[in-house]
């Protein structure tokens, strides 16, 4: 068998971080998987080769899902960097707080309070929608979620960008950002169940630890990973929601005339643009890509964003269509390490795109700011300059 | 053709009923019911795609 293609493409470069989708392009026609020699990893940039490898996780290793020794040290032990059958225990205490089935009583909360900052974002007339929409929610909602109070409220964003920005390579951005990390870690292996607030989940993770549900010594780590995974991510999501729905008003009309298309928009919003850049893996052993060979030990990129425009997997890719439903789309992952926030992402983002499309004519949106990030693709700066309410 | 679900692994999200309601449902605990687990041809499509929805690889056609 024969070495994969081969590209001098620096993933992490900033050019590349701000605008990933012509690189992608490149790296996909190359191949399945293309060998980056300037950062030492194989990327994965079709569809199928991507979900494949998110599948077998005996292949593929979430031992090392970030880019530097430091951080896959730090997170070893947790769900998100365990294999079966240590990840199976670890996932399912994870989860017992945070599947659908945990959250189902907390809908009706969560799509009030997205339709009472719609409400009065729709007032103002114009915004700023990172701020004032894309990153105030999903605080709002996470802090209330957990039981945040006082200062740790008002550090959860640069707390849960940090956590995200020190899973690159050791740049400069994951230098600055490890001391800040940090910061989250030292909170979250002290918190104790009387520094949340009652009735909140993070209470009950508290609680289920006292009467044994879930090992002790968890709970701490357990709200890292709310903090550390949950915050970023959706609240890249719920900007792109904004600039997608301003720069596609069509598309954001099938959706007022159709509420019933909310969920195949948020996937198409995913589909369209990734919240996450790259995810790694470190693979087992040889393992055989469409006849090229990726050797036992290598560091893989799984780019989820190429595999999400790939045309062999979806007509027609570099599109926004909401009517394409793309269930199917790789954002979340797949598998057993498929995101485990994915139930209260859809509930934030749902909520966001009813009460919009329901309150919203149209949004006229001006230029977005983007700042390169080494995990989480999101824009920085979003001037809403005029909203024309329904 | 048979549906097999691999109940510890299932986290409730439900995608696989909107996919295929004729052939699974969450109940009131928000547990996955298979209403039907052996299936035929003509179920096969259904069964299949709500298989491939499934986010973390929970259910199978074998």
Redesign the interface.
């Given at each position: 068998m024969t070495p994969p293609p081969a590209s001098d493409v620096d993933l992490f470069a900033d050019d590349v971080l701000v605008d990933p989708y012509p690189v992608y392009a490149e790296l996909r026609e190359l191949g399945p998987v293309v060998h980056l020699r300037k950062n030492d990893v194989y990327a994965l940039t079709r569809y199928d080769v991507i979900r494949g490898a998110l599948?077998d996780w005996e292949s593929f290793s979430s031992t090392s899902i970030a880019f530097n020794p430091m951080a896959n040290e730090a997170l070893t032990g947790t769900s998100l960097a365990s294999d079966p059958p240590v990840h199976?225990q670890l996932r399912?205490t994870l989860?017992e707080n945070l599947?659908?089935?945990a959250l189902?009583g907390l809908k009706g909360q969560i799509e009030a309070k997205a339709d009472a900052l719609v409400a009065e974002l729709v007032e103002k007339g114009s915004f700023e929608a990172i701020d004032a929409l894309a990153r105030a929610f999903p605080l709002e909602v996470v802090a209330d979620l957990i039981g945040f109070e006082g200062h740790v409220r008002d550090n959860m964003l640069r707390w849960g960008q940090a956590a995200m920005q020190v899973l690159g390579p050791m740049n400069q951005r994951t230098a600055e950002n490890f001391p800040i990390a940090g910061e989250l870690y030292a909170w979250c292996s002290q918190v104790k169940a009387t520094d949340l607030a009652e009735g909140s989940v993070g209470r009950g993770i508290f609680d289920a630890e006292a009467r044994g549900t879930i090992p002790p010594d968890t709970a701490g780590h357990i709200i890292h990973q709310y903090l550390g995974a949950g915050v970023d991510t959706t609240m890249a999501a719920i900007g792109n929601v904004v600039a997608l729905f301003g720069s596609h008003p069509d598309q954001l009309d099938l959706i007022r005339e159709d509420p019933s298309r909310v969920?195949a928009a948020f996937n198409e919003v995913l589909r369209f643009w990734a919240p996450i850049h790259a995810w790694g893996r470190r693979v087992t052993k040889d393992v055989d890509i469409d006849g090229t060979v990726v050797p036992a030990g290598a560091q893989v990129a799984i780019l989820l964003g190429a595999g999400n425009r790939d045309p062999r997997h979806y007509e027609n890719p570099d599109a926004f269509l909401v009517e394409r439903n793309p269930?199917?789309h790789l954002s979340?992952g797949?598998?057993?390490h498929?995101?485990?926030g994915?139930?209260l992402a859809r509930l934030e983002a749902h909520a966001v795109i009813e009460a919009l499309s329901r309150r919203v004519k149209r949004l006229v949106v001006g230029a977005e700011v983007r700042v390169p990030s080494n995990t989480t693709r999101s824009i920085e700066e979003l001037p809403v300059l005029e909203v024309i309410p329904a | 053709m048979r549906i097999v679900l691999d109940r510890?692994?299932c986290?409730?999200?439900?995608?696989c009923e909107?996919?295929a309601p004729q052939l699974m449902h969450l109940d009131d605990?928000?547990?996955l019911v298979l209403d039907r687990e052996e299936v035929d041809e003509a179920d096969a499509a259904l069964a299949n795609a709500a298989a491939?929805?499934c986010?973390?690889?929970a259910l199978r056609v074998v």
């Open positions: 599948a199976t399912a989860t599947s659908p089935r189902r969920p269930v199917d979340f797949y598998g057993p498929g995101c485990a994915q139930g | 510890p692994r986290e409730g999200h439900g995608l909107e996919a605990e928000g547990e491939r929805v986010p973390v690889a």
